[in-house]
């Protein structure tokens, strides 16, 4: 393969713990939230690996379920460092990502987006053209994909308001008014039902099933 058919993009997607993950799906869905934002991960993992941008995904966590899941689906596993947070997960990832893979751009991609279409995510990626771009979620204050070119810190800065926060640090929007499944994180049920409408993956698709069977009773029965 040549080295312009190398995929140009490395992602690095953090997954929290899932048995603290999603604390605002806990009050909807208390007994099916862990495996929610585990399904949730694995989706947006396979999404991201089915772009034909995408050369590997590395997800962060401390999650050794999540670990072996997404490994299955053929990404790497890195370990968080111990005793920080999201952001530090991120350049944590970075780092590993651009030393095992030098010369391609590293891209954060949020793990709570189970409707991604690898389609949409292969056209924000190709939108990506500044030193450092991002995708603005659905509600329009956070961030769900922050994408560095070859050599760029990532320098990212999630967390509540973070999309100020990346155009405040210089990195620039990506316009695109058709990458809803990017757009769509989900924190909450309102959210999660919005996700389900545009289509959600097979692994959330599984555990919503157990969450209608559960309320009607029939969880478990063959039909
Ligand atoms: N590896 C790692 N990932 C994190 C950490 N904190 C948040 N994340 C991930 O970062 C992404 C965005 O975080 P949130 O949308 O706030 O997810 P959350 O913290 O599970 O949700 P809430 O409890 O509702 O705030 C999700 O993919 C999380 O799993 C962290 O400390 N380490
Ligand atoms: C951490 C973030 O996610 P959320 O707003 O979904 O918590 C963010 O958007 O930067």
Redesign the pocket.
Same mark, same amino acid.
């Given at each position: 393969m040549s080295d312009l058919q190398v995929a140009p993009w490395i992602l690095v /997607?953090?997954?929290?713990r899932t048995a /603290?993950?999603?604390?605002?799906?806990a009050a909807a869905y208390p007994q099916h939230r862990p495996e929610l934002?585990r399904a949730f991960?694995v989706d947006t993992t396979a999404a991201a690996l089915a772009s034909p941008l995408v050369r590997a995904v590395l997800v962060?966590?401390?999650d050794p379920v999540v670990s072996a899941d997404i490994t299955a689906v053929g990404a790497y596993a890195v370990p968080?460092l111990p005793g920080?947070?999201?952001n530090e997960?991120l350049e944590h990832g970075a780092a590993v990502a651009a030393a095992e893979f030098p010369d391609v751009g590293v891209a954060a991609l949020?793990?709570?987006l189970p409707a991604l279409r690898p389609a949409e995510l292969t056209a924000a990626l190709k939108a990506c053209v500044a030193d450092r771009n991002f995708v603005i979620d659905l509600p329009g204050t956070g961030t769900t994909l922050l994408a560095a070119s070859p050599g760029t810190p990532l320098d990212p800065r999630?967390g509540v308001g973070s999309a100020l926060a990346h155009q405040a640090s210089g990195a620039v929007p990506v316009e695109l008014t058709t990458i809803d499944s990017l757009r769509r994180?989900v924190?909450t049920a309102a959210d999660l039902a919005h996700a389900v409408q545009l289509g959600v993956g097979p692994r959330t698709a599984d555990v919503m099933s157990l969450v209608l069977g559960a309320a009607t009773g029939t969880e478990g029965l063959a039909c």
């Open positions: /997607i953090p997954v929290k /603290i993950a999603k604390s605002r799906l934002a991960a962060v966590t401390d968080d920080v947070g999201l997960a949020s793990a709570d999630f994180d924190d």
